[in-house]
């Protein structure tokens, strides 16, 4: 893996989430507003790691204090 990838495939997105891939397949799916921004390339699926629509942001938006 690179080590400050620009994009991630579902099984790096998995990694970096904690979440499964079926999981992220499903929001992909079946709830798109609440899933984590993506490109298709061809069959491959890709999510952006840094910016307002990347991974990062995506799980920093999803924090709760408790």
Known sequence: MIPNPISVDTAG?????????????NLRLYNLENSPRFVR?????????DGPNGLRAWIESRATAS
């Open 13 to 25: 997105a998995a990694q970096m989430t904690s979440l499964s891939k079926s999981y992220l397949r």
């Open 41 to 49: 390339v061809g069959r491959r699926v890709l999510y952006l790691v």
